[in-house]
Every structure is written in C-alpha cells, then in structure tokens.
C-alpha cells in the first residue's frame, strides 16, 4: 500500500464553520505533512510532524490546527477561515523526514464562502 | 528573486517530439533535487531525487540530470498522458531541509 488517503475530497464551509480535514497512510512512514496549494502554484508548507510531534510549523495563523492522534493519521482542524483560504490542502508523509521520498495524498479542494 | 526558477512556465509538443525541462537554482550547498510530476487537481507524483552533479537518473520516457546550478527533465517521444505540471523542489544542506519548490512547467503533448 503506497498510498496517502485524504477525504474529504471536496469541501465547502462557511467563515464561522468548523470542520476537519483528514489523512491516512499505512506505508509506516514516520514523517507527515500538510501544504496548501493555490492555483498554478507550488505547494506551500503548513505543518510537519515527526514521530507524531509537531515540528516545524511555518507560520500558520492559528484558525489551521493540526493533530496527529497516532503514526498513520493526520487531521487538520479547520475554524474562522476566510475566503482567500480556499485552495487544494495537500497531505503527505515520507519515511522519516525530507530526505526521503514523499508521497502527497490527493488533496482536498476547499472553498471558504 | 526567486531561489528555484523553472523553464518553460509552459510547453506544447506533438506526440513523439522530444524536448527538456530545466530547473535552475541559485542556492549553494544543494544537498538533493527532487523532481514531481501532477495532474490537474491532484497530489504531486514523486519522480526522482537527485543528489550530485553530473548523477542521471531515468523512468520511461524521462530522463533527469543535475548539473552544479540546473537541473533539466528530458522527455524522450512524449505521450498525451505526459500532460502534467512538473515540479521541482530544491534541498539545502544547511537549515531545516524543506525543499523549496518552483513554479512549474505546464506541459501538454498533443496527439
């Protein structure tokens, strides 16, 4: 199994909605991240946790909140977003860190309304 | 100025006709090179890593080299199902190691 499975696929919520992103991997990779993506973009790191402990977070405002309950899940925990946070949120998890192959999830489209 | 520059943002080639990415980068002390290719509205697709100058690495059709500032992706005899933005993101040796990526090459292929 090499995949990373992310769902929902598609997502629309409102500015005063909360809602979670979610993504699963059983490669036993040990390093997980989440990146934004805007159109005709590249993708943009959030968050990386490692061993299941945030390690690097690049500035994310504080309505993006990550969790990693255990070695093959990440969730991304969604609250007060704005219209200019729409765009595709990708998972992706590598072996244990970046020197090592990543393998990115299908993403989710989101759109903030 | 960007760290990581691509060329072509985008490229058209007929079926069979052979051309090459390039990724330049001006950061010294390069510690790999990775290479990814996505289709519209999906994940990026892990190609290769390159970690030295002068390393070629090859799947299929493709073909990546590094050099000591560029990179190029050669596509020998290009299929439609080529179609896709290929990415490339560069390591640093020094720092956290998060790879910063370019903006990409949009490739078409037409049959």
């Known amino acids: 199994d090499t995949e990373v499975t992310q769902t929902p696929k598609h997502l629309v919520m409102g500015m005063t909605n909360k809602k979670s992103l979610k993504c699963e991997q059983h490669m036993g990779h040990r390093a997980m991240y989440w990146y934004k993506q805007k159109a005709k973009k590249p993708p943009e790191l959030m968050f990386v946790?490692?061993?299941?402990?945030?390690?690097i977070n690049e500035s994310v405002p504080s309505r993006f909140s990550p969790e990693c309950p255990n070695s093959s899940l990440l969730n991304l925990h969604l609250h007060a977003l704005q219209p200019e946070d729409s765009a595709l949120y990708l998972c992706?998890?590598?072996?244990?860190?970046?020197?090592?192959?990543?393998?990115f999830g299908q993403g989710t489209r989101l759109t903030v309304v | 100025e960007d760290q990581v520059t691509q060329s072509p943002e985008a490229l058209r080639l007929q079926e069979g006709e052979s051309s090459s990415l390039n990724c330049s980068y001006t950061?010294?002390?390069?510690?790999?090179l990775f290479w990814y290719r996505q289709d519209p509205g999906k994940g990026p697709e892990f190609l290769f890593t390159l970690y030295s100058a002068g390393e070629e690495k090859e799947k299929e059709r493709l073909k990546a080299t590094l050099t000591k500032k560029e990179s190029f992706l050669h596509i020998t005899a290009p299929k439609p199902e080529d179609s896709a933005t290929y990415l490339c993101a560069v390591q640093l040796t020094g720092g956290s190691y998060i790879p910063t990526f370019g903006r990409g090459t949009s490739l078409i292929v037409h049959p």
């Open positions: 950061v010294s002390g390069l510690r790999g």
């Open positions: 946790y490692s061993y299941e402990k945030l390690s």
């Open positions: 992706a998890s590598s072996q244990w860190g970046f020197d090592t192959e990543a393998f």
